[in-house]
């Protein structure tokens, strides 16, 4: 078997936690491999809406295993509040969420000290949502972290002097004062709370589902452009989101990869700081914006919105390996006369296709327009019933993007999402 992943190819937002939700039925398991609370995955069903920040996007199919893989930050005192809360809701979460041993712990100081980073970048700020996910891959990576497993091993030490050594650091950015004894009692609740979960190795808990012939799904939070790596650095999150990311995030070797789905809007959103080159800042921007609810779903921040930028969806879906599209927020654009799409870069009188190093200034989108399709998709059902109009631009996409786009999404509920014909090359 092979293990299939579920990305988002923008700024992040593109609907992630819904398309998850309707692919679930087809796998058994459902993964999380990178990312922490900061970016919460929206599901609508039943008249009910539910926003997901840790925990995978398939734990509303009861049969279903979900895994929070080693790749995850996570924070004890917001997980538990998420939990609870689902399980309030009739979604029982014991028997159905692995946790991996691996995964770091996102500590009370951990925010603390992402508030102090920003505060001390002045206006070079880039934007972070302070839930310490930055700091606690920051600690990861210079071998100081503390993991879900160590709280089964003479934790209270461990924290303690992680703890200690963030309170230096926090003296030496002199940011202050800071009230930590709330935030602290949460996080210790959310601790105690965890062990009642299945602490797993989960490298070898997903080898080993594979083994037996289970159909995994990964489950990528943000986006391609915010990698740390590949993004609009340093304006990006602090972890992989890319393809690779779901090997070195849940123990996957590369060969295992199978079907690598990649999401996108119709348009262009990003929230906070940060080069956007098909930002809009008129009314078209501001309609869109307002037709597309694009408002965070953790934060509640307001959504920058664009035009359609393919010269950074080519280079999004050339580094994840992307086999099939799936469209999102198709009806936002239900109403416009013309819609726009990037499909190069004009930088210093040059045009270009492809993404450069730096996109911070000086670039200059070169659009194509293509005629509207002014109908009302949201209680389409099938694709046969898609005006001509939208046709002629899943065509223009397709042959932009070298991809095929299987799924179409017309609304925000479970049922607004068409799978289209695609002939297999």
């Known amino acids: 078997m092979k293990v299939d992943v579920l990305l988002g190819l923008q700024w992040g937002d593109e609907g992630k936690g819904k398309v998850v939700d309707v692919l679930t039925p087809r796998y058994d398991v459902v993964a999380r491999f990178q990312g922490g609370p900061n970016a ?10 539910y926003v997901l920040r840790s925990i995978p996007s398939g734990i509303f199919q ?15 005192a917001l ?3 998420e939990a609870e809360a689902l399980e309030a809701a009739g979604h029982p979460l014991k028997e159905r969420l692995h946790i991996s041993k691996k995964a770091h712990l996102i500590m009370p100081t951990h925010r603390l000290l992402d508030a102090a980073y920003e505060a001390a970048k002045g206006d070079a700020k880039v934007g972070t949502t302070g839930k310490g996910i ?43 004062p800071y009230e930590l004894a709330d935030m602290e009692k949460a996080w210790l ?10 602490l797993v190795d989960s490298e070898h808990e997903v080898n080993r589902l594979l083994a037996e012939g289970k159909s995994v799904l990964c489950e990528g939070a943000q986006g391609t452009m915010l990698d740390v790596d590949f993004g609009s650095y340093p304006f990006v999150t602090s972890s992989n989101t890319i393809c690779a990311g779901a090997c070195t995030g ?18 262009c959103t ?48 050339m580094v994840d390996g992307v086999t099939q599209l799936i469209m999102m927020k198709s009806d936002v654009l239900d109403a416009f006369e013309t819609i726009k799409a990037c499909v190069a870069y004009k930088v210093g009188g040059e045009e270009i296709d492809y993404f450069p190093f730096d996109i911070s200034e000086g670039i200059e989108p070169v659009y194509v327009e293509l005629p509207g399709w002014k ?42 999402t068409i799978e289209r014909y695609v002939e297999e090359v």
């Not at 009861?62 to 924070?75: A, M, P, R, S």
């Open 62 to 76: 009861g049969d279903k295993v979900n895994l929070i893989g080693n790749g995850v930050v996570l924070d004890p």
């Open 270 to 317: 990003r929230v906070g700081a940060g080069p956007f080159p098909t930002e809009l800042f008129d009314e078209t921007g501001d309609r869109i914006c307002t037709l597309g609810h694009e408002f965070g779903s953790v934060t509640g921040r307001k959504r920058r919105c664009g035009w359609i930028d393919l010269v950074a969806l080519r280079y999004a879906i």
């Open 134 to 176: 930055g700091p606690t891959y920051t600690d990861k990576v210079s071998r100081n972290g503390l993991r879900v497993g160590d709280i089964l091993h003479d934790f209270e030490r461990k924290y303690e002097a992680a703890k200690a050594r963030h309170i230096q650091m926090l003296e030496g950015l002199h940011y202050g």
């Open 250 to 267: 849940l123990g996957v070797a590369p060969n295992k990869i199978g079907e690598v789905y990649g999401i996108f809007k119709a348009y």
């Open 375 to 416: 109908t009302d998709m949201t209680k389409m059902q099938s694709e046969d019933e898609f005006p001509e109009e939208f046709n002629a631009y899943l065509s223009f996409l397709e042959e932009q993007l070298g991809v095929p786009i299987k799924f179409v999404s017309i609304g925000p509920d479970r049922q607004q």
């Open 40 to 49: 919460g995955h929206t599901l609508e069903f039943n008249g009910q809406k």
């Open 189 to 198: 609740e959310g601790i105690e709370y965890l062990k009642q979960f299945h």
């Open 79 to 81: 997980f538990k509040a």
